[in-house]
């Protein structure tokens, strides 16, 4: 639980005498590659914190197409925050792409760790707004970015996913085909060894 500890330290003034009293609090799971953490039509009761591996949130449609939404890499949090705050059935999976070991934290985790330590409300809140604002990135990249503007800010935000993460789920993220994530790379290293 040290990536956890850390996170919290870093980012609320954490004491290790308070951690000590929260650490009985909390729930760690290690799940195997491959096992689905979350279903469509559950209700999602947990935030995962990954301590370590890869976890990710994606949508299947009718026809079968995916569509990644999140990657959680460690020190990610995870979770559907519409079924999580709102107690509505999730429309989200939730897997693990590597074996994953994470720490399940309650809905009201953000309230008692306030009260144990105030500092952490600050924190709790500029993390929120900085989650809508990298939302609010997504959406208008999806919109109106090129693939290769797309992939970029991927590399920025996820920068060792490309070695972890097969190329057809980056292309899923991206909102583009593997095909163009291809090409998009071959024209990023041309680029690149051209200089």
Same mark, same amino acid.
């Given at each position: 639980?040290? =990536?956890?500890?850390?996170?919290? %330290?870093? =980012?609320?003034? #954490? &004491?290790?005498?308070? /951690?000590?009293?929260?650490?009985?609090?909390? +729930?760690?799971?290690?799940?195997?590659?491959?096992?689905? +953490?979350?279903?469509?039509?559950?209700?999602?009761?947990?935030?995962? /914190?990954?301590?370590?591996? @890869? @976890?990710?949130?994606? %949508?299947? $449609?009718?026809?079968?197409?995916?569509?990644?939404?999140?990657?959680?890499?460690?020190? *990610?949090?995870? !979770?559907?925050?519409?079924?999580?705050?709102?107690?509505?059935?999730?429309?989200?999976?939730?897997?693990?792409?590597?074996? %994953? $070991?994470?720490?399940?934290?309650? =809905?009201? /985790?953000?309230?008692?760790?306030?009260?144990? =330590?105030?500092?952490?409300?600050?924190? !709790?809140? +500029?993390?929120?707004?900085?989650?809508?604002?990298?939302?609010? #990135?997504?959406?208008?990249?999806? +919109?109106?970015? &090129?693939?290769?503007?797309?992939?970029?800010?991927?590399?920025?935000?996820?920068?060792? @996913? $490309?070695?972890?993460?097969?190329? *057809?789920?980056?292309?899923?993220?991206?909102?583009? %085909?593997?095909?163009?994530?291809?090409?998009?790379?071959?024209?990023?290293?041309?680029?690149?060894?051209?200089?």
């Amino acid at each position: 639980m040290e =990536n956890f500890k850390r996170y919290l %330290t870093q =980012n609320g003034a #954490m &004491t290790d005498e308070r /951690f000590e009293a929260l650490y009985a609090t909390l +729930l760690v799971k290690r799940y195997d590659k491959g096992r689905i +953490l979350v279903r469509p039509g559950e209700v999602c009761k947990h935030s995962f /914190f990954v301590e370590s591996g @890869l @976890l990710r949130a994606y %949508t299947i $449609t009718e026809s079968g197409k995916t569509h990644i939404i999140q990657f959680a890499p460690e020190n *990610w949090i995870i !979770n559907d925050r519409s079924s999580a705050y709102f107690n509505e059935p999730t429309v989200l999976f939730v897997d693990a792409i590597e074996d %994953t $070991t994470a720490i399940l934290l309650d =809905n009201d /985790f953000s309230c008692q760790l306030a009260d144990i =330590n105030p500092a952490y409300t600050q924190h !709790n809140e +500029l993390a929120l707004h900085n989650h809508i604002r990298h939302q609010q #990135m997504r959406i208008n990249s999806l +919109l109106g970015a &090129t693939a290769e503007e797309r992939y970029l800010d991927f590399v920025r935000q996820y920068p060792d @996913l $490309t070695l972890r993460v097969p190329q *057809w789920m980056i292309a899923s993220y991206l909102g583009i %085909t593997p095909e163009s994530l291809s090409r998009v790379r071959k024209e990023l290293a041309k680029k690149h060894f051209s200089k």
